[in-house]
């Protein structure tokens, strides 16, 4: 004798299982493709603050050594080194977030 079993064959139907409601709002809009221009303009310039914040972090300095000769001693700052390093992670992020709005922006709706 067999059995019916309580669920169809894909499984038991959760309360949870059910499918999202959509609000209709389409993700292809246009103003995505100006969002996204904006933020490779915020990236570039994130790049440049990093490059002359890292520049400000490192000092070489010369000093009189014996006999005549110079000693090269290069200081790193911290400060401005960890600004740069900031500034050039969040220049990548922009940047992340540029190329999915531009996909969004061009990508098929529905």
């Not at 409601?21 to 570039?44: H, I």
């Not at 090269?72 to 990548?92: D, K, N």
């Amino acid at each position: 004798m067999t059995t019916a079993e309580p669920w169809p064959a894909s499984g038991p139907k959760l309360d949870g299982d059910a499918e999202p409601v959509r609000s209709g709002g389409r993700l292809n809009q246009p103003w995505r493709a100006a969002v996204a221009g904006l933020e490779l303009v915020a990236a570039v310039a994130l790049v440049l603050l990093a490059w002359w914040a890292w520049h400000r972090g490192v000092v070489t300095i010369y000093l009189p050594g014996p006999r005549g000769a110079v000693d090269v001693v290069t200081r790193s700052i911290g400060s401005w080194l960890s600004g740069a390093v900031i500034a050039a992670t969040f220049a990548g992020l922009l940047l992340i977030d540029a190329l999915r709005q531009i996909g969004l922006a061009i990508r098929a709706g529905d």
